[in-house]
T-cell receptor
């Protein structure tokens, strides 16, 4: 079955710098790759997603890139702000389910 | 406001007891899901339901049960057969299959005392 690996598990960056989180997946049939942000004590919220027919998608300070050949996708956050501090999850669809990465705790240092 | 509501936020269970977690949505979504979240791990699927009166086991269904009698409601029962039930439980819904945006509730933290 599908396996999604996410790195790093913790990422600490200076406010204003960029953050990059990477995920790899194993199911070549996966076509949908969302990224979710989870704040403490809350449910995850979709921040951006990408489908296999595009290689990159951008929404203001957030971008996602997808390399289907290598089976990896990445989340890029530019000009990080304190409110970006949270846990970020990647996921990939497989057999009508989403398979989730283990999460990355992003810490923004003032 | 449309959304998905879980209750209670915190729940304490004695060993050997069954407890039921509530999940209600007013988004008119067909599909609903229950996930378990443990520290340092991704979300693991317990059960999902694509339509009323139908549901499927996820990866970790043992010790759990669900029902889907109404489109809006998808309660999860944690039975005494679940050996390690202490966790954060999340309910989600999607319009159709899980390749569209999932909307999550605020979660229920279950603790066995």
């Amino acid at each position: 079955g599908e396996n999604v690996e996410q790195h790093p598990s913790t990422l600490s960056v200076q406010e204003g710098d960029s953050a990059v989180i990477k995920c790899t997946y194993s199911d070549s049939a996966s076509n949908y790759f969302p990224w979710y942000k989870q704040e403490l004590g809350k449910g995850p919220q979709l921040i951006i997603d990408i489908r296999s027919n595009v290689g990159e998608k951008k929404d203001q300070r957030i971008a996602v890139t997808l390399n289907k050949t290598a089976k990896h996708f990445s989340l890029h956050i530019t000009e990080t702000q304190p409110e970006d501090s949270a846990v970020y999850f990647c996921a990939a669809d497989s057999n009508y389910q989403l398979i989730w990465g283990a999460g990355t705790k992003l810490i923004i240092k003032p | 406001d449309g959304g998905i509501t879980q209750s209670p936020k915190y729940l304490f269970r004695k060993e050997g007891q069954n407890v039921t977690l509530s999940c209600e949505q007013n988004l008119n979504h067909d599909a609903m899901y229950w996930y378990r979240q443990d520290p340092g791990q991704g979300l693991r699927l317990i059960y999902y339901s694509q339509i009323v009166n139908d549901f499927q086991k996820g990866d970790i269904a043992e010790g759990y049960s669900v029902s889907r009698e109404k489109k809006e409601s998808f309660p999860l029962t944690v039975t005494s057969a679940q050996k390690n039930p202490t966790a954060f439980y999340l309910c989600a819904s999607t319009i159709g299959l899980m390749n569209t945006e999932a909307f999550f509730g605020q979660g229920t933290r279950l603790t066995v005392v």
